[in-house]
């Protein structure tokens, strides 16, 4: 199947700072990316869905200028989490999928634990 | 609102053939059917998409049936290390890129010794 990476697999920041996770398609272009966060035993939740060339669309609830998106290239999406606080640390997860095909590829998701 | 219902939790033992059905009442003509692994700490892995009748692969078995409304997922032989939430989910591709896949809770299946 498709490859989807992320970087970094773990941050660990102050709170108050900034943090910027990276998701790539490694051998597929993808106009279209998803953000999802996932508390501990719990499910994934969709935060965003992040549009080559354009801005993002936000899941109701979620702040677009704390979760900032970026998808400046057709296998580069962004998410910054601005001025992170202790109850924004959470596996944050991304997801793309080929052109014209109805499979979707997961990342292998981001710790972020805010201090 | 997720699209889709599972059972929240399975046990099995080693060696048994595990069946995890998902209810999709509102399954869209376009939409496809996935099942998603996903291990503590990793990102959801695929293991198989279909849109009607059976689908098959190495590593498990897909059963729809003619009204979609639902479909089986199918481990045959399964193991310790298919211990692991399972999560069933409906969406198609579009024009300009692709429909949201809004993941519901999930079955958690335990393989016992």
């Known amino acids: 199947g498709a490859v989807v990476s992320q970087h970094p697999s773990w941050v660990i920041c102050k709170s108050g700072t900034s943090v910027k996770i990276e998701c790539r398609s490694l051998d597929f272009q993808a106009t279209t990316m998803f953000w999802y966060r996932q508390f501990p035993k719990q499910s994934l939740m969709l935060m965003a869905t992040s549009n080559e060339g354009s801005k993002a669309t936000y899941e109701q609830g979620v702040e677009k200028d704390k979760f900032l998106i970026n998808h400046a290239s057709l296998t580069l999406s962004t998410l910054t989490v601005t001025s992170a606080h202790p109850e924004d640390s959470s596996f944050y997860i991304c997801?793309?999928?080929?052109?014209?095909?109805?499979?979707?590829?997961f990342g292998p998701g981001t710790r972020l634990t805010v201090l | 609102l997720a699209k889709t219902t599972q059972p929240i939790s399975m046990d099995s033992y080693e060696g048994q053939e595990v069946n995890i059905t998902c209810s999709h009442n509102n399954i869209a003509t376009n939409d496809y059917i996935t099942w998603y692994q996903q291990f503590p700490s990793q990102g959801p892995r695929f293991i198989i998409q279909?849109?009607?009748t059976k689908v098959k692969n190495e590593v498990a078995s897909l059963f729809i049936p003619a009204d979609r409304k639902s479909s089986t997922l199918s481990l045959p032989r399964v193991s310790l290390s298919d211990t692991a939430v399972y999560y069933c989910?409906?969406?198609?591709?579009?024009?300009?890129?692709?429909?949201?896949?809004?993941f519901g809770a999930g079955t958690r299946l335990a393989v016992h010794p």
């Open positions: 989910l409906v969406g198609a591709s579009d024009y300009g890129g692709y429909n949201k896949l809004i």
């Open positions: 997801s793309a999928g080929p052109r014209r095909s109805d499979t979707q590829y």
């Open positions: 279909g849109y009607k």
